[in-house]
Every structure is written in structure tokens, then in C-alpha cells.
């Protein structure tokens, strides 16, 4: 542990020595960039010279002499730096695979077509704010100037394309805001599982899958039979919402692309504590120095490329810097010279299942209120790589795609989800509120967010601080989403909850707000009459985070970075409270209780207890409750690492389902079920406990998705890791792993601690890197900081950056 620390010490010391001493020397010379690499290149379509400073850690920042050029040089260096990854976000997200990828990924792009948005575009645009066209306009042809130069052969084709066998194609400024199926929304996946829980064994025992908040209890709707939901009836949507998946054989595409029920509906479980983030804002009040402070993490599924891309935007009239995707113009979460914003999902619930009887007569007709109703046939022309065009039929009822039909049984099922309303191109809206100046402007792009729905977290220059809930909020009446409903018209949307509907927060009494997708409706709310959802991440990391703020009245930068990476697990001590008065003279139990019992709670790397609880929780307890507690459906309530919040509060207050004996029942379930994960530590790790360690099992491994097309020496390259890591999906430092092999999956690739008012202070890490091309320094360069909790500078002035410029590439028009 010791060697860990003063490891992470001197890595940090490194980091700010090199950069004091590029300052002092930059401010020695009279050309700060004159240590820099130096290079010109004229791009067609750029009206006016910039400049682009990439700094030693890859971060890029652009100087335009106009609005126009700056978002046109931001989409063009997405392309120089990620060319492969965006150009496939586009083809993925409209359905164009098969034309560059073959037959085998005609079904998800039909699926991928279904969600896309095809409303009116004049209402898609005015919904994101008065200058989200122009950017967007100016940022894809940006991106197409650069495509044009690689397809002329005047710029490199990146090497991901040679693996593929394939060239980027031209965008419109349209591609950009109609794909909607990376965006995160939910609950559809969760209501076909409560249907199939209900149907096994009663709503009851939905209990142990998912904790209701605020306390409710739902009931099946008016006209549905939970029977009649088909456990494969959204295929099309786990095919649309899933990255692209790449095998060398027919046979291999075939497997990956094949649709597993249960694995969806799992993973679509587990996504409530592992897709999240946290954040926090603290007021001059309580910090170190006397100025606002915001931190955010935003825990998605790890990427080679990162999901997220650093960058610097400054025009007259315009200086942000943050992360955002990088297909999009602007940032999503960062700052400009006033104000910082970030982001963690506020968990509205924006979709629903819709049931149709369907016409004896004409299975293109549906039952709504008194009639039938025609669905809308739609047909589209795939092309496909090496054989004839294929003719795609995708249907559609008044409230979205049809996903499925069931012959037999006369029934059609659709998807309706805010994403095929206005302006829900997902973080698209973050073009409008990143240029506002004070909380009044922060509220007013706030109002037309759309997607994801967001914990906004805000601080300004004047020491004021905030935090707001935003997101299309579905207005339903007579009915909670909680289940798939009728289409027939009595469960209806009625537009739409506004942002004063929802919770907000200016100038918090307490001097701090902090988000991590918890429950945060405020006491009082008036749940039944605005369902916002009930369905959230488990309050855990919030808890962990609020215990620290509230501890310290001089929190600083450092602290800030340390809470980001805290491994202490609230779960865990409630736990471990229950295993305290037990005893056993099983050999592996009473390792187990002996491990456990002394523990600090922490999963840290290092730690043996650790390793067990995390394999004891994540493939022993919860399956062993559900098979004691409701037999009848423990296959269908997955043992997955989400369903541990649900399984720790039934513990604490076992009921009559456990039988006569409740805690006698209790106790022998935790364990039994503690020998069994004990054995299985014992088989992966030795019989030595004193060898074991977390970070054994739990390492971070970056793959990039077209290893399996590459030779290996170039398989290799693209490969980032493996590198022990400490944490887990219920802790601050969130770091959620696969259950087959404890591989971490997802969590906070991307962190930021803002110094709001003194900006350069600032510190980030993005992983593996920042650049997407496998033989860029800056492919991986970030991860080993990242893997040890440590941080580089977010340089704002122009001077610090030309202080730590390590390329200057200088941009005339053509």
C-alpha cells in the first residue's frame, strides 16, 4: 500500500514539475512555441487562419477568428483524431453497416432505422436553441472537408479503415441530430421483466429485483395479460442500442450479433447503478479556496477510443473547454469564462410498451379506441456489401416502431420513447447552454433539454452554485410506466412535465449538492400526480459522497480527486453489519465471517476481503434470496450486481417469504452463500487467502472492437492494459465488471475537478487517451494516470496552454 501511495506521489509530482518547468521556460523565450512540433496545412472551407495547441497530455485547443470556423476546425479535428470512431457512430446509428460490413448486419441496421428520429426537422432544430443548426452545419463540414481530403488521398486513411477494408463517408448536419440510439433512456427493458416476474410469480416478488422510489406500489394496468409479453419482444431495441460487434467469420458476426433475452434484460438491470456518474458543486463557503468547486465523473461502458473527447473552443464571443462525444459540436460538461456545468442521469422514466390487438382481418391494423388503426408502413432501400440491395420493412404505430409480433396470439408491440420527439438528440443541447453566462441563461437553454434526462450541477464566478433537473418528462395519468400498457388509447402521454415541474436547487443552505443518480426527488414532491420514475441507481456512492462534503468545510482540489477515487462502500457496511453476530465452523465460511468481519469496508486492490465480497455479491447472495424467497422466479430476477441494493434492504427486514423463521432463514442464506463465494476465490485465486487480492480478478483492459479483424502484432497495439483497479459499481470511484471473469466493463472513463474563477487549477484524465489512432502517443498515455487516481491540468488561458503546447498546427483556407 505504502509503495501504491508514494508511487501515485511522485507520478503527480512529475506531472506538475514538467509542467512548471514548461512554463518557466516558455516564459523565458519570446516565442512560447517554439519548443512545439510545428506544422501548416490549408483546409478548404475555413475562411479565416486558426490555430490548433495540443498540449503534452493530447488535449487540443482551437483559436478561430469566427464562430463559422471555429465549429467547422472542431468537427475537422474530430476527424484528424477520430475519424474511425465518429464515421462509424454514423453509419452504426443511421443503419448503414451492411454496406460496408455485409449481410450479417442488415437486421440490426433495420432495427437501428426503426429509432431514428423522422419528425419534422424545422421542429427539431428550433428545439435546441437559436444557434444549434449553424453549429451544427459548420462542425460537419468541418468533419467533410477532412473526409474529402482522406478520400483523395491528400490526408492518410487511418489504419482502422485498412483493418475493415473501408473508406468514412460525407455527412449531413441532419446525421448529427437524428440518431437517437446512443442516448440513454429507460425503463421499456424493465417492464418486460416485471411483466415476466409477475406472470412467473406475482408482482410481490419483483421486490427483490428493484426497489421502488419513492415508496409505491404498482399493480398490473386495466387490459394487460403479463403472460402475453414475450421474453424476446425487444430484440430490435437491444440490436439498436448495442455497439457494433466485429469477427473475422460468417459464423463468429453470426454469434455476436445474435439476440440472448436474458442477457439483455440482465444488463439492462445492472445498467441502473453501472450507466450513471457523479457529480457535486461546492460554495465558496466550504472550500479551500474560497471559490466554488464542481467535480464530474460520468460512469459509461469503457471504449478504445474513449467515449469522450477533451477539447478547447475559442472564437471571439466563445471560450468553453470540457468533454463532450466527439460527433457532436461543443461540450456537454466543462465551462466557459463564468460559469461550470456537469452532469450525472437523473433517472426519468422516457419510455413505454405499448400492446396492440391487431385486426383479424389485416395484421397492418391495430385496436385504438373505437376502431382499427393502420399502422405506417415504411420501406427502405440497404445496400449491402458484395450482394444485391435488400428492400427493409419497418413499421410503425402512432406511438413508434414496431418491435415485434406475435402471430398467434394477434398481438403487435411498439416502443414510444421521447426519443422520436423534438429536440432529443442525446448531449446535442449542451450547443445552447454552454455559451450562458449566469444561472438565469443556465435555466433558460435548461428548459429545452431534452435527453438524456440530467442532474445538472452549476457554479459561476460570482460564488453562486446550483443544481437542476431536466429532461423531457412524460406527463402520464391513470398509470405509472411501470409496465408494458394497452395501446388502445387509454394509456396516453399528456405532453410533457416543464422544468419548473421538476426539482431545483439555487444556493443551497447546506453549501454543497451533490448527484449520483440516487432518488433525489425532494420531500414533499407530488409524486403521484408528476411520475417522474421510480426506478434509480441505489443511494450508495451519494451517501459515500455527502459523508465526506459534509465532514469537510475547506474541501479542496485534492480532495475533490481523492472522493472521485474513493473506494468505501456503503453497501458494504450494512453488509457486513448483518455477518458480524454470525458463526460457523465451516472451514470456508469462517474464513469468510473472519475476512469480512475485520474489514474496512474499502475495495481497494489490495484488499483479500475485497475479492470475496465482490464475488460474493455478484454471483452467490442474490440468486441464493431469490431462489429461498420467490423460487418461482429466481432465473428470471438475474443474480446480477445491480439487484445487490434490492437484496440488502430485504435482508435487513426479511419477511414471511422466507418462511416461518424469517432471520433464521436470513442468516443461513448469507451463509451458505458466503462458503460458496469463498470456494470460488479459493479456485481462482489459491488456496493462500493471504495472496488474495481485488485487484487480481478486477483489472482494466481496453480492446478495441477491431482487434479481431487485425493481425496480432497490430491486435496488440490496439490493446490498452490489463491494469489492476480497485472499486466497484456501488462506490464513488464506480468501476462495474463483467460477473464472468471481473473485468471491468464501465465507470468513470472520463473525470474533471473545476477551480471555477481560476481556471488553470483545474484537473482531468480521460482513458486510455485521447487520440484514437493506435500508434498515437496519446492512444493510451492517460491510463496508467488514471488507473492510479491521477489527474493532468485542464489549461484554459491561452498562455498556459502555449506553455504546454508539445503541437501547433497552424490552418490557412484553400
Known amino acids: 500500500m505504502k509503495k501504491t501511495v508514494a508511487l501515485k506521489t511522485l507520478i503527480g509530482a512529475a506531472v506538475l514539475a514538467a509542467l512548471a518547468a514548461s512554463q518557466a521556460t516558455a516564459r523565458e523565450k519570446e516565442n512560447p512555441l517554439a519548443a512545439a512540433r510545428q506544422s501548416t496545412t490549408s483546409v478548404a472551407g475555413l475562411n479565416a487562419p486558426a490555430q490548433i495547441l495540443i498540449d503534452v497530455w493530447g488535449i487540443p485547443h482551437i483559436y478561430a477568428g469566427n464562430e463559422h470556423d471555429l465549429f467547422f476546425l472542431q468537427g475537422f479535428n474530430a476527424a484528424r483524431d477520430r475519424l474511425w470512431q465518429i464515421d462509424l457512430w454514423r453509419k452504426r446509428g443511421l443503419g448503414l453497416l451492411a454496406k ?9 441496421d433495420k432495427a437501428l432505422r426503426l429509432f431514428l428520429y423522422r419528425g419534422d426537422m424545422k421542429a427539431e432544430w428550433a428545439a435546441y436553441g437559436p444557434k444549434a443548426k449553424t453549429y451544427a452545419e459548420a462542425f460537419v463540414a468541418g468533419v467533410n472537408a477532412y473526409v474529402a481530403d482522406v478520400q483523395a488521398g491528400s490526408r492518410p486513411l487511418p489504419i482502422e479503415f485498412r483493418i475493415a477494408g473501408t473508406t468514412p463517408d460525407l455527412w449531413s448536419a441532419e446525421d448529427v441530430v437524428r440518431i437517437r440510439s446512443h442516448g440513454l433512456t429507460r425503463n421499456v427493458a424493465s ?3 416485471r411483466a415476466l416476474v409477475a406472470c412467473a410469480a406475482g408482482l410481490e416478488a419483483d421486490r ?19 403472460c402475453s409479453i414475450p421474453k424476446q419482444v425487444l430484440a430490435p431495441y437491444d440490436l439498436a442500442t448495442r ?22 434484460l440482465a444488463e439492462a438491470d445492472a445498467q441502473r447503478d453501472t450507466i450513471g456518474s457523479n457529480n457535486w458543486v461546492v460554495a465558496p463557503s466550504r472550500t479551500a479556496t474560497g471559490r466554488p468547486l464542481l467535480a464530474n465523473d460520468p460512469h459509461r461502458e469503457h471504449s478504445v477510443p474513449s467515449l469522450r473527447y477533451i477539447v478547447g473552443l475559442n472564437a471571439p464571443g466563445i471560450s468553453v473547454i470540457g468533454a463532450g462525444e466527439p460527433a457532436l459540436p461543443g461540450i456537454s460538461i466543462g465551462h466557459n469564462d463564468t460559469i461550470a456545468f456537469g452532469l450525472t442521469i437523473f433517472n426519468v422514466d422516457q419510455e413505454d410498451l405499448y400492446v396492440y390487438e391487431l385486426n383479424p382481418a389485416d395484421p397492418n391494423q391495430y385496436r385504438y379506441r373505437d376502431g382499427w388503426e393502420s399502422m405506417r408502413i415504411v420501406h427502405e432501400t440497404e445496400k449491402v456489401k458484395g450482394e444485391a440491395d435488400r428492400d427493409l420493412e419497418l413499421k410503425f404505430t402512432r406511438h413508434g416502431p414496431v418491435v415485434y409480433v406475435d402471430e398467434a396470439g394477434k398481438r403487435a408491440f411498439a416502443v414510444r420513447s421521447v426519443w422520436f420527439e423534438p429536440g432529443t438528440s442525446a448531449y446535442f443541447g449542451s450547443s445552447d447552454y454552454m455559451t450562458a453566462k449566469d444561472w438565469n441563461g443556465f435555466l433558460g437553454a435548461m428548459q429545452r433539454w431534452g435527453a438524456p434526462s440530467e442532474n445538472q450541477v452549476y457554479a459561476d464566478t460570482s460564488g453562486n452554485i446550483g443544481w437542476v433537473a431536466a429532461g423531457k418528462t412524460p406527463r402520464r395519468t391513470g398509470y405509472d410506466g411501470l409496465m408494458p400498457v394497452p395501446g388502445d388509447g387509454r394509456y396516453e402521454w399528456n405532453g410533457f412535465l416543464t422544468l419548473d415541474e421538476l426539482p431545483k436547487v439555487y444556493r443551497p443552505r447546506e453549501g454543497f449538492f451533490a448527484t449520483a443518480n440516487q432518488m433525489n426527488l425532494p420531500e414533499g414532491y407530488p409524486v403521484a400526480e408528476r411520475k417522474v420514475g421510480f426506478e434509480w441507481s441505489d443511494a450508495a456512492r451519494w451517501q459515500r459522497i455527502v459523508e465526506v462534503l459534509k465532514a469537510n468545510d475547506k474541501f479542496s482540489l485534492a480532495d475533490a480527486m481523492d472522493l472521485q477515487n474513493d473506494d468505501t462502500g456503503m453497501l458494504a457496511k450494512r453488509l457486513v453489519a448483518l455477518l458480524k453476530p454470525l458463526s460457523s465452523d465451516d472451514a470456508n465460511v469462517k474464513k469468510g465471517l473472519a475476512l469480512l468481519t475485520a474489514w474496512d469496508a474499502r475495495d481497494a486492490a489490495d484488499s483479500a476481503a475485497a475479492a470475496v465480497y465482490e464475488v460474493w455479491i455478484a454471483n452467490h447472495l442474490g440468486f441464493a434470496l431469490a431462489k429461498a424467497a420467490a423460487p418461482k422466479a429466481a432465473d428470471i430476477i438475474a443474480p446480477d450486481p445491480a439487484s445487490i441494493s434490492a437484496v440488502v434492504a430485504y435482508l435487513e427486514k426479511p419477511d414471511a417469504g422466507l418462511g416461518e423463521e424469517p432471520l433464521a432463514a436470513r442468516d443461513r442464506i448469507l451463509r451458505d452463500s458466503l462458503g460458496e463465494a469463498v470456494a470460488d476465490v479459493t479456485e481462482k485465486l489459491g488456496a493462500d487467502s493471504g495472496a ?9 483492459k481496453f480492446d478495441h472492437a477491431l482487434m479481431p479483424l487485425a493481425d496480432k502484432a497490430t491486435a496488440a497495439q490496439m490493446s490498452v492494459g490489463p491494469l489492476a483497479f480497485g472499486g466497484a459499481a456501488n462506490v464513488p470511484r464506480a468501476a462495474t465488471y463483467r460477473r464472468s471473469d471481473y473485468q471491468l466493463i464501465a465507470g468513470a472513463s472520463f473525470r474533471m475537478v473545476l477551480d471555477v474563477g481560476a481556471w488553470d487549477n483545474s484537473r482531468t484524465i480521460n482513458t486510455p487517451g485521447q487520440s484514437g489512432d493506435p500508434f498515437s502517443g496519446h492512444y493510451r498515455d492517460l491510463a496508467p494516470l488514471w488507473a492510479t487516481g491521477q489527474y493532468v491540468p485542464l489549461l484554459y488561458s491561452r498562455a498556459a496552454v502555449e506553455a504546454a503546447t508539445a503541437e501547433a498546427i497552424g490552418l490557412t483556407p484553400r
Do not use: C, I, M, N
Open 692 to 700: 488474495w487480492r481485488w485487484g487480481r480478478l478486477h483489472v482494466a
Open 191 to 193: 417492464e418486460v421483466k
Open 243 to 264: 455497439p457494433v460487434a466485429f469477427a473475422k467469420s460468417a459464423a463468429e458476426r453470426r454469434a455476436a450479433l445474435e439476440y440472448d433475452p436474458d442477457k439483455f
Open 100 to 108: 460496408d460490413f455485409g449481410a450479417a448486419y442488415v437486421e440490426q
Open 208 to 226: 427483490l429485483r428493484v426497489k421502488l422510489e419513492p415508496p409505491w406500489t404498482t399493480k398490473v394496468p386495466e387490459g394487460l395479460d403479463p
